[in-house]
Protein backbone atom coordinates (compact mmCIF):
# COMPACT_ATOMS: atom_id res chain seq x y z
CA UNK A 1 0.00 0.00 0.00
CA UNK A 2 2.73 2.65 1.04
CA UNK A 3 4.49 2.16 -2.24
CA UNK A 4 1.28 2.58 -4.42
CA UNK A 5 1.24 5.52 -2.49
CA UNK A 6 4.83 6.59 -3.34
CA UNK A 7 4.40 5.78 -6.32
CA UNK A 8 1.35 8.33 -6.74
CA UNK A 9 2.75 10.76 -5.36
CA UNK A 10 5.87 10.93 -7.82
CA UNK A 11 3.42 10.82 -10.20
CA UNK A 12 1.62 13.81 -9.30
CA UNK A 13 4.67 15.65 -8.65
CA UNK A 14 6.10 15.18 -12.10
CA UNK A 15 2.67 16.15 -13.35
CA UNK A 16 2.93 19.20 -10.87
CA UNK A 17 6.78 20.32 -12.48
CA UNK A 18 5.26 19.58 -15.98
CA UNK A 19 2.18 21.92 -15.24
CA UNK A 20 4.50 25.04 -13.62
CA UNK A 21 6.63 24.97 -16.84
CA UNK A 22 4.02 24.69 -19.35
CA UNK A 23 2.49 28.02 -17.17
CA UNK A 24 5.89 29.81 -17.28
CA UNK A 25 6.36 29.07 -21.30
CA UNK A 26 2.74 30.31 -21.89
CA UNK A 27 3.27 33.99 -19.86
CA UNK A 28 6.68 34.32 -21.59
CA UNK A 29 4.53 33.74 -24.99
CA UNK A 30 2.52 36.49 -23.46
CA UNK A 31 5.22 38.82 -22.98
CA UNK A 32 6.98 37.74 -26.17
CA UNK A 33 10.08 36.45 -24.41
CA UNK A 34 11.96 33.10 -25.58
CA UNK A 35 12.18 31.18 -22.14
CA UNK A 36 15.23 28.84 -24.02
CA UNK A 37 17.63 31.44 -24.60
CA UNK A 38 20.59 31.66 -22.79
CA UNK A 39 21.55 34.92 -21.20
CA UNK A 40 24.81 36.50 -20.28
CA UNK A 41 23.26 36.50 -16.72
CA UNK A 42 22.46 33.02 -16.75
CA UNK A 43 26.16 31.95 -18.05
CA UNK A 44 27.78 34.25 -15.64
CA UNK A 45 25.74 32.43 -12.59
CA UNK A 46 26.85 28.66 -14.37
CA UNK A 47 30.84 30.21 -14.32
CA UNK A 48 30.77 31.41 -10.65
CA UNK A 49 28.98 27.63 -9.95
CA UNK A 50 31.66 25.89 -11.73
CA UNK A 51 34.29 27.83 -9.96
CA UNK A 52 32.38 27.19 -6.43
CA UNK A 53 31.90 23.74 -6.85
CA UNK A 54 35.29 22.52 -8.92
CA UNK A 55 37.40 24.62 -5.78
CA UNK A 56 34.92 23.53 -2.90
CA UNK A 57 35.59 19.72 -4.30
CA UNK A 58 39.64 20.71 -4.15
CA UNK A 59 39.22 21.84 -0.55
CA UNK A 60 37.44 18.61 0.37
CA UNK A 61 39.86 16.17 -1.45
CA UNK A 62 42.78 17.95 0.33
CA UNK A 63 40.25 17.89 3.81
CA UNK A 64 40.24 14.00 3.17
CA UNK A 65 43.20 13.38 2.62
CA UNK A 66 44.73 15.24 5.62
CA UNK A 67 41.53 13.81 8.34
CA UNK A 68 41.64 10.15 7.32
CA UNK A 69 45.76 9.59 6.50
CA UNK A 70 45.73 7.49 9.65
CA UNK A 71 43.49 4.98 8.70
CA UNK A 72 46.01 3.98 6.02
CA UNK A 73 47.99 0.43 6.74
CA UNK A 74 51.17 1.11 8.46
CA UNK A 75 54.93 0.34 6.75
CA UNK A 76 54.72 -3.05 5.03
CA UNK A 77 56.09 -5.94 7.27
CA UNK A 78 57.58 -7.95 4.59
CA UNK A 79 60.48 -7.70 2.54
CA UNK A 80 59.52 -6.98 -0.76
CA UNK A 81 56.47 -4.92 0.98
CA UNK A 82 59.06 -2.08 0.95
CA UNK A 83 59.33 -2.34 -2.63
CA UNK A 84 55.35 -2.33 -3.12
CA UNK A 85 55.03 0.78 -1.23
CA UNK A 86 57.64 2.56 -3.10
CA UNK A 87 55.75 1.91 -6.19
CA UNK A 88 52.54 2.79 -4.74
CA UNK A 89 54.09 6.27 -3.20
CA UNK A 90 55.31 7.27 -6.84
CA UNK A 91 51.82 6.34 -8.46
CA UNK A 92 49.84 8.17 -6.15
CA UNK A 93 52.60 10.72 -6.79
CA UNK A 94 52.42 11.46 -10.37
CA UNK A 95 48.45 10.87 -9.92
CA UNK A 96 47.92 13.50 -7.06
CA UNK A 97 50.32 16.33 -9.14
CA UNK A 98 48.59 15.79 -12.40
CA UNK A 99 44.94 16.11 -10.25
CA UNK A 100 46.30 19.10 -8.53
CA UNK A 101 47.83 20.92 -11.72
CA UNK A 102 45.07 20.06 -14.25
CA UNK A 103 41.97 20.32 -12.12
CA UNK A 104 42.04 24.09 -11.10
CA UNK A 105 43.01 24.32 -14.22
CA UNK A 106 39.86 23.09 -15.50
CA UNK A 107 37.71 24.38 -13.46
CA UNK A 108 39.24 28.29 -14.37
CA UNK A 109 39.28 27.82 -18.00
CA UNK A 110 35.04 26.40 -16.85
CA UNK A 111 34.56 30.07 -15.59
CA UNK A 112 36.94 31.94 -18.33
CA UNK A 113 35.71 30.92 -21.30
CA UNK A 114 31.93 30.80 -20.14
CA UNK A 115 29.30 32.02 -22.78
CA UNK A 116 28.80 35.80 -23.60
CA UNK A 117 27.28 37.33 -26.54
CA UNK A 118 30.08 39.10 -27.49
CA UNK A 119 32.04 35.54 -27.97
CA UNK A 120 33.38 34.87 -31.20
CA UNK A 121 34.26 30.51 -31.97
CA UNK A 122 38.44 30.85 -33.00
CA UNK A 123 38.81 28.11 -35.37
CA UNK A 124 41.53 25.91 -34.55
CA UNK A 125 42.17 22.08 -36.59
CA UNK A 126 45.04 20.70 -34.51
CA UNK A 127 48.56 21.02 -33.51
CA UNK A 128 51.17 18.74 -34.79
CA UNK A 129 53.13 19.65 -32.05
CA UNK A 130 50.89 19.27 -29.04
CA UNK A 131 49.41 16.20 -30.00
CA UNK A 132 52.88 15.32 -29.62
CA UNK A 133 53.63 16.44 -26.67
CA UNK A 134 50.81 15.23 -24.84
CA UNK A 135 51.09 11.04 -26.45
CA UNK A 136 54.96 11.22 -25.95
CA UNK A 137 54.91 12.32 -22.25
CA UNK A 138 52.80 10.31 -20.84
CA UNK A 139 53.29 7.05 -22.88
CA UNK A 140 56.79 7.59 -21.30
CA UNK A 141 55.80 8.05 -17.78
CA UNK A 142 53.27 5.09 -18.04
CA UNK A 143 55.90 2.46 -20.01
CA UNK A 144 58.22 3.27 -17.27
CA UNK A 145 55.94 2.55 -14.42
CA UNK A 146 54.24 -0.47 -16.10
CA UNK A 147 57.86 -2.25 -16.51
CA UNK A 148 58.30 -0.82 -12.58
CA UNK A 149 55.30 -2.72 -11.60
CA UNK A 150 55.77 -5.76 -13.40
CA UNK A 151 58.94 -6.14 -12.04
CA UNK A 152 57.78 -5.67 -8.49
CA UNK A 153 55.36 -8.12 -9.14
CA UNK A 154 57.67 -10.49 -10.12
CA UNK A 155 59.69 -10.03 -7.07
CA UNK A 156 57.12 -10.44 -4.91
CA UNK A 157 55.25 -13.59 -6.46
CA UNK A 158 57.85 -15.99 -7.74
CA UNK A 159 60.07 -16.21 -4.62
CA UNK A 160 62.69 -18.32 -4.84
CA UNK A 161 62.29 -21.92 -2.71
CA UNK A 162 65.49 -21.90 -0.28
CA UNK A 163 66.16 -24.49 2.47
CA UNK A 164 65.26 -22.29 4.97
CA UNK A 165 61.43 -21.27 3.28
CA UNK A 166 58.75 -22.73 5.32
CA UNK A 167 55.78 -24.48 3.23
CA UNK A 168 52.22 -23.67 4.49
CA UNK A 169 49.23 -24.49 3.14
CA UNK A 170 46.49 -22.30 3.95
CA UNK A 171 42.40 -23.71 3.17
CA UNK A 172 39.94 -21.79 2.50
CA UNK A 173 36.23 -22.65 2.48
CA UNK A 174 32.77 -20.96 3.76
CA UNK A 175 33.36 -19.04 6.04
CA UNK A 176 36.76 -20.19 7.96
CA UNK A 177 40.63 -20.84 6.86
CA UNK A 178 42.70 -23.32 8.49
CA UNK A 179 46.35 -23.66 7.92
CA UNK A 180 48.59 -26.64 7.94
CA UNK A 181 52.09 -27.21 8.62
CA UNK A 182 54.20 -29.25 6.06
CA UNK A 183 56.76 -30.97 9.37
CA UNK A 184 59.90 -31.79 9.60
CA UNK A 185 60.36 -33.22 5.54
CA UNK A 186 58.99 -29.78 4.98
CA UNK A 187 56.79 -30.96 2.53
CA UNK A 188 52.89 -30.84 2.60
CA UNK A 189 50.96 -34.33 2.08
CA UNK A 190 48.77 -35.01 -0.83
CA UNK A 191 45.03 -33.92 -0.59
CA UNK A 192 41.97 -34.52 -2.34
CA UNK A 193 38.30 -32.96 -1.72
CA UNK A 194 37.35 -36.81 -2.20
CA UNK A 195 38.77 -37.60 1.21
CA UNK A 196 37.05 -35.03 2.88
CA UNK A 197 35.16 -36.56 5.95
CA UNK A 198 34.99 -36.73 9.73
CA UNK A 199 37.88 -34.76 11.31
CA UNK A 200 40.07 -34.74 8.06
CA UNK A 201 38.27 -30.97 6.84
CA UNK A 202 40.97 -30.80 4.62
CA UNK A 203 40.77 -34.36 2.97
CA UNK A 204 44.52 -35.11 3.49
CA UNK A 205 45.68 -38.53 2.17
CA UNK A 206 47.05 -40.23 5.05
CA UNK A 207 48.45 -43.00 3.25
CA UNK A 208 51.08 -40.28 1.42
CA UNK A 209 54.01 -40.97 3.85
CA UNK A 210 54.70 -36.83 3.52
CA UNK A 211 51.35 -36.38 5.36
CA UNK A 212 51.94 -38.13 9.03
CA UNK A 213 54.12 -35.17 10.46
CA UNK A 214 52.01 -32.07 8.92
CA UNK A 215 49.82 -30.59 11.57
CA UNK A 216 46.89 -28.46 11.23
CA UNK A 217 46.64 -25.32 13.15
CA UNK A 218 43.40 -22.16 13.33
CA UNK A 219 46.37 -19.82 13.33
CA UNK A 220 49.66 -18.97 11.48
CA UNK A 221 52.94 -18.59 13.38
CA UNK A 222 55.86 -17.45 11.45
CA UNK A 223 59.28 -16.41 12.23
CA UNK A 224 60.92 -13.34 12.02
CA UNK A 225 63.37 -13.09 8.67
CA UNK A 226 62.42 -16.55 7.50
CA UNK A 227 61.16 -16.80 4.02
CA UNK A 228 57.85 -18.57 4.07
CA UNK A 229 55.69 -20.05 1.15
CA UNK A 230 51.85 -20.21 1.09
CA UNK A 231 49.82 -22.48 -0.88
CA UNK A 232 46.39 -21.96 -0.99
CA UNK A 233 43.18 -24.36 -1.64
CA UNK A 234 39.56 -23.74 -1.45
CA UNK A 235 36.38 -26.19 -0.88
CA UNK A 236 33.49 -24.45 -2.32
CA UNK A 237 33.70 -20.97 -4.04
CA UNK A 238 36.84 -18.65 -4.87
CA UNK A 239 38.27 -17.01 -1.88
CA UNK A 240 41.07 -14.59 -1.65
CA UNK A 241 44.01 -15.00 0.81
CA UNK A 242 44.98 -10.98 1.49
CA UNK A 243 47.64 -10.35 4.04
CA UNK A 244 47.61 -6.23 4.07
CA UNK A 245 50.39 -6.06 6.16
CA UNK A 246 52.64 -8.48 3.88
CA UNK A 247 51.65 -6.83 1.06
CA UNK A 248 50.49 -10.24 -0.78
CA UNK A 249 47.10 -11.12 -1.94
CA UNK A 250 46.26 -14.36 -4.51
CA UNK A 251 43.18 -16.06 -5.16
CA UNK A 252 42.16 -19.55 -3.40
CA UNK A 253 40.64 -21.07 -6.42
CA UNK A 254 38.84 -24.73 -6.06
CA UNK A 255 40.42 -27.30 -8.07
CA UNK A 256 43.98 -25.69 -7.75
CA UNK A 257 46.87 -24.72 -6.14
CA UNK A 258 47.99 -21.02 -6.00
CA UNK A 259 50.72 -19.39 -3.98
CA UNK A 260 52.98 -16.82 -2.58
CA UNK A 261 56.02 -16.45 -0.75
CA UNK A 262 57.30 -13.37 1.30
CA UNK A 263 59.82 -13.06 4.21
CA UNK A 264 58.11 -10.94 7.61
CA UNK A 265 60.52 -8.54 8.80
CA UNK A 266 58.79 -7.22 11.70
CA UNK A 267 57.41 -9.48 14.69
CA UNK A 268 53.96 -9.31 16.06
CA UNK A 269 55.63 -7.76 19.37
CA UNK A 270 57.39 -4.92 17.55
CA UNK A 271 54.00 -4.11 15.83
CA UNK A 272 52.10 -4.02 18.93
CA UNK A 273 54.53 -1.10 19.97
CA UNK A 274 53.82 1.17 17.14
CA UNK A 275 50.71 0.48 16.74
CA UNK A 276 49.38 -0.32 20.07
CA UNK A 277 48.20 -3.48 21.89
CA UNK A 278 45.28 -4.20 19.81
CA UNK A 279 47.47 -4.75 16.69
CA UNK A 280 47.09 -7.88 15.21
CA UNK A 281 48.55 -9.35 11.65
CA UNK A 282 45.59 -10.45 9.79
CA UNK A 283 44.65 -13.17 7.25
CA UNK A 284 41.73 -11.64 5.47
CA UNK A 285 39.22 -12.76 2.25
CA UNK A 286 39.04 -10.26 -0.32
CA UNK A 287 36.43 -12.00 -2.67
CA UNK A 288 32.54 -11.55 -1.10
CA UNK A 289 32.44 -15.44 -0.79
CA UNK A 290 28.80 -15.57 1.03
CA UNK A 291 26.89 -14.11 3.57
CA UNK A 292 29.83 -14.61 6.75
CA UNK A 293 32.82 -13.29 4.13
CA UNK A 294 33.03 -10.47 6.29
CA UNK A 295 33.94 -12.43 9.14
CA UNK A 296 36.33 -15.27 6.98
CA UNK A 297 39.75 -14.08 8.80
CA UNK A 298 43.01 -15.59 10.82
CA UNK A 299 45.19 -14.35 12.84
CA UNK A 300 48.95 -14.83 11.83
CA UNK A 301 51.62 -14.01 14.13
CA UNK A 302 55.26 -12.88 13.68
CA UNK A 303 57.91 -14.18 16.11
CA UNK A 304 61.19 -15.47 17.73
CA UNK A 305 62.83 -18.97 15.85
CA UNK A 306 62.26 -19.76 20.17
CA UNK A 307 58.64 -18.80 20.75
CA UNK A 308 57.93 -20.72 17.16
CA UNK A 309 59.53 -24.00 17.75
CA UNK A 310 57.23 -24.09 21.18
CA UNK A 311 54.21 -23.30 19.31
CA UNK A 312 54.82 -25.46 16.55
CA UNK A 313 56.21 -28.41 18.91
CA UNK A 314 52.74 -27.89 20.81
CA UNK A 315 50.54 -28.93 17.92
CA UNK A 316 49.53 -32.56 17.39
CA UNK A 317 50.64 -34.39 13.97
CA UNK A 318 48.07 -35.07 11.53
CA UNK A 319 49.20 -38.55 12.56
CA UNK A 320 47.99 -38.28 15.93
CA UNK A 321 45.01 -36.57 15.35
CA UNK A 322 43.45 -38.17 12.48
CA UNK A 323 44.93 -42.08 12.99
CA UNK A 324 45.74 -42.44 16.60
CA UNK A 325 42.65 -40.92 18.22
CA UNK A 326 39.46 -42.84 18.39
CU1 LIG B 1 35.97 -16.10 1.30
Redesign the pocket.
Known amino acids: MTNILIVVVVILLVATLVQILRVSELLSEIKNKDVNEVTDKDNNTQGILFLIVGFGFLIFVVWQMVTWNHLLLPPASSVHGTQIDFLMKISMGLILVVFFVLSPILFYFLYKYRGKKSNKAYFFSHNNKLEVVWTVIPTILLTALIIFGLNTWDKAMNVELTESTTIIEVY?Q??NWTARYSGLDNNLGKANFKLVKGRNTLGVDMLDASAADDKMAREVHLVIDQPVLLKFRSQD?I??AFLPHFRVQMNCVPGMTTQFGFTPNKTTAQMKESEGEDFEYILL?N?I??AS?YN?QMKFIVETQEEYDIWLDSQESLETKLLTQK
Request: with cysteine.
Open positions: GQFVHSCKCGHM
